[in-house]
């Protein structure tokens, strides 16, 4: 059976005649792409008990769920994260990618949030004894550490989110820093914080589709 498909006259082949359907981002969220882990991003992320991770190699591309209690993804420090790799099937689909090409992206979910967060970098593993120790989990401790050095951090709005239905009725768990925080710390001030976040709901509406 001949599985090749149609040509489309309106096929999207080129940057530039993708930047002729879409208007340029406004010029704040270029600038909330931060290059470290500041207070409200340790905060978003120690709230987290799932993020995908997004790898690449020989193979192609693969994004893998990751899970476990809230704040089971540690920052060692501002420009370091630390994923242990948890019992799973074996496939170390990620794991061979990250040895093959270390560039990685990760997005954290915390449950009743609509925000997300995102994080680019380059990832290692390691098997260091004594940071394994550090990661246990009912009496076991993960086979390997991902370690990411972080290089672009940044907030994604909650349109996807709210759209998607995925939190409806769960409230949104206390201390998780919102939007306008986030925001703000990763614009060095440039957004201020309680504005951005009381004129949220309305914006969401009005942008949604």
């Not at 290059?35 to 991770?53: G, K, V, W």
């Not at 449950?111 to 098997?127: C, K, S």
């Not at 709210?162 to 939007?179: D, E, F, N």
Request: proline share 10%; hydrophobic share 45%.
């Amino acid at each position: 059976m001949d599985s090749t498909l149609p040509a489309d006259p309106f096929a999207v082949t080129s940057l530039e005649a993708l930047g002729r359907l879409y208007p340029e981002p406004q010029p704040r969220v270029l600038a909330k792409v931060h290059p470290r882990l500041e207070a409200t991003a340790r905060a978003f992320i120690a709230a987290s008990p799932y993020c995908l991770l997004a790898t690449h190699g020989p193979q192609g591309v693969h994004c893998t769920p990751r899970g476990d209690a809230a704040g089971f993804v540690v920052a060692l420090d501002d420009h370091t994260l630390a994923l242990p790799d948890r019992r799973g099937n074996n496939r170390l689909d990620a794991l061979r990618d990250i040895i093959a090409q270390p560039e990685v992206a990760l997005l954290f979910l915390v449950p009743g949030v609509g925000e997300t967060l995102r994080i680019n970098g380059l990832a290692r593993l390691t098997a260091d004894p004594a940071l394994l120790a550090r990661f246990p989990a009912q009496g076991k401790l993960p086979t390997t550490m991902v370690l990411v050095q972080v290089r672009e951090v940044y907030m994604q709005c909650a349109k996807a989110t709210v759209r998607s239905v995925l939190w409806a009725g769960q409230p949104r768990p206390p201390g998780v820093p919102t939007a306008g925080q986030l925001l703000a710390a990763h614009t060095n001030g440039q957004v201020e914080a309680a504005s951005y976040d009381a004129e949220a709901p309305q914006r969401l509406l009005d942008t949604m589709y």
